[in-house]
């Protein structure tokens, strides 16, 4: 059963400043399509590393940096960055931004956009724009896809998951998602991982 937090003191997707702020991140319109809709979900639903994989905290701790990066930025403000564990939206856009930090040169700017775009598509979840979402159940596949992440239930190249490889060298349901994010850098972007 997935953990689901809610936004605080009165706050809705709408009216809460750090979570338009998460989207404007990923430009939640930016693709042609608003996914504000999935983009509130995804943000309702808890990252909770698997014992086996505790690295994942790691992933975790990347999310919850982004309160941390925004109240810097422009103080506490009493929204969703006042709540416990991270989320599903902030795990999303921290694992993106770690691409992106991998990937990019120093004076290059960010792709962190493109990343999460990326894990968007990978977990299926593309086609859950705002005109189609309740067409499609989009709850219904969001929760599907969080809980193969969460579970490790995607097939052992990764398919399903945040990072399908065409040539694994292992089962991907027991490496760590840091060690899958570079074996799926290095088999789509060429990188050398020492």
């Known amino acids: 059963m997935m953990k689901k937090t809610r936004f605080a003191n009165g706050y809705t997707a709408g009216t809460d400043p750090y979570f338009q702020w998460l989207c404007r991140k990923v430009d939640m319109h930016s693709v042609g399509r608003g996914y504000m809709t999935m983009a509130e979900h995804l943000h309702e639903l808890i990252f909770k590393p698997t014992v ?17 990066q925004f109240m810097e930025r422009y103080g506490e403000l009493g929204s969703s960055t006042n709540r416990g564990p991270c989320t599903m939206l902030e795990f999303l856009i921290g694992v993106a931004k770690r691409m992106s930090f991998l990937m990019v040169g120093e004076n290059e700017p960010s792709k962190t956009k493109e990343y999460f775009w990326h894990l968007i598509k990978n977990l299926r979840l593309l086609k859950l724009d705002d005109e189609r979402y309740w067409e499609l159940n989009g709850e219904f596949f969001v ?10 239930t995607y097939g052992s190249d990764g398919n399903g998951g945040l990072f399908p490889l065409r040539f694994p060298s292992e089962d991907q349901r027991g490496v760590d998602i840091w060690m899958q994010m570079h074996a799926w850098l290095n088999e789509h972007c060429a990188i050398n991982i020492d």
């Open 52 to 68: 086996r994989n505790a690295m994942d905290s790691n992933r975790a701790n990347d999310g919850l940096q982004l309160r941390v």
């Open 143 to 152: 929760d599907e896809a969080v809980q193969r992440v969460l579970d490790r």
